[in-house]
């Protein structure tokens, strides 16, 4: 079994996780992680989980019980390897632990191994949990001699101990972000892990391993959504409504073939996403659809009703021009609008209440509820709901 440290909103990372391995082998551990029962997971895939490890060890208490266990299991791990071992160890859900107590336990250890005859590099904590970055720099989890502990506390007072299978690659997720080529702030900049679970949670188990299976994308922009699916090894199909959005996309899809040596199969055209015929077989869509013009503050209620009025009618169109032409079970992820008010109360686009009508079936997760699969910062009016739909 695996603890999987989930994203900034841990809700979108369990939905994620859901989509591609089922609701069974998906469950809460604590408000920020999940236990994935799986023998393949592959991290750098999946956008809204930063860490992840096998579970070696679980337990009921506090720190103090945690730290006795690591520093007694470890010590008779390790005393008899004859190579060096860099640790780093990150706690999560221990309120009231400091970094230097976490620290003393690596020290503590560390002290046993060094009578022992073996040598182990301790990676200092600064907060309890090391950062991302610094446990990706530091390749903790690639290697059997660079290792992470994970332990993880919840409110049962339950607490697992896992070790490392590495951490989220931030440095390519930034260079894909920010090297491509051609990027255009007015169109939005999709996050690339965004991206990534537009596209898991529209593949999801729908995925049949087999290749030449196409994923759509009928609102493409500069292409991020098309590079994530690339990277993923689909097949991959842009539409735009804009000429030059096709032209960003071939760029950027060329710079990601030529800088990660990948051989991409993809088809790029301009089109009206209301009106335009597209080529089959699409297997499935993954989409940032049109998000209407962004707020520093949140609008009148009259410019509310106008801004969401021309959206849902865009992509109302959209879906009814795209119901036409996929067959059934067809499944979709779209980003669509939602405006955030001064009370974080959400307006939601019409069309939501009317999927049924429209021909498609929202796809229910046992472990998250619709409101949350909301993607927003801080400040930030235009949200991202992310519907997750099944052609019926």
């Not at 290697?143 to 049962?156: H, P």
């Amino acid at each position: 079994m695996n603890i999987v440290l989930l994203g900034r909103q841990p809700q979108l990372g369990m939905a994620e996780l859901e989509s591609i391995y089922g609701t069974d082998q998906v469950s809460w551990f604590s408000k920020e992680s999940a236990i994935v029962k799986t023998s393949t997971l592959l991290l750098n895939q999946l956008g809204g989980s930063f860490k992840a490890g096998k579970i070696v060890s679980e337990l009921i208490g506090d720190w103090s019980t945690a730290s006795k266990k690591i520093i007694t299991k470890y010590t008779n791990e390790w005393k008899l390897l004859d190579h060096k071992i860099t640790l780093g160890i990150s706690i999560y859900g221990f309120a009231n632990v400091t970094a230097r107590e976490v620290q003393k336990a690596g020290l503590i250890l560390k002290a046993n191994l060094k009578k022992a005859g073996c040598s182990l590099r301790l990676i200092p904590n600064i907060e309890t949990a090391l950062n991302t970055a610094t446990s990706h720099h530091n390749k903790l989890g690639l290697s059997d001699n660079k290792v992470e502990l994970l332990i993880v506390r919840n409110t049962d007072n339950k607490i697992v101990i896992a070790e490392s299978s590495g951490a989220q690659n931030i440095t390519a997720l930034a260079k894909r972000d920010q090297n491509r080529p051609k990027r255009d702030a007015r169109v939005g900049m999709l996050p690339p892990k965004l991206a990534q679970i537009i596209i898991n949670l529209a593949v999801g188990k729908y995925y049949n391993n087999e290749t030449g299976f196409v994923v759509l994308d009928p609102f493409c922009g500069t292409g991020v959504i098309l590079q994530e699916a690339a990277l993923m090894s689909y097949d991959t199909y842009g539409t735009d409504l804009s000429e030059k959005m096709i032209e960003y996309s071939k760029t950027n899809l060329e710079w990601l073939a030529r800088t990660h040596h990948l051989t991409i199969n993809s088809k790029l055209h301009q089109g009206d996403a209301t009106k335009i015929v597209w080529q089959t077989p699409i297997n499935a869509i993954a989409s940032e659809t049109y998000l209407g013009q962004p707020f520093s503050a949140s609008p009148s209620p009259t410019k509310l009703a106008e801004v969401s009025r021309n959206c849902n009618y865009i992509i109302t169109e959209f879906l009814k021009n795209i119901g036409s032409q996929i067959k059934s079970g067809v499944p979709l992820c779209l980003a669509v609008p939602a405006w955030r008010n001064q009370n974080e109360k959400f307006t939601h686009i019409p069309l939501i209440n009317q999927l049924d009508k429209l021909g498609y079936v929202r796809h229910k997760f046992k472990n998250v509820i619709d409101n949350d699969l909301l993607y927003y910062r801080e400040n930030q009016v235009v949200a991202r709901e992310l519907l997750v739909l099944v052609k019926s």
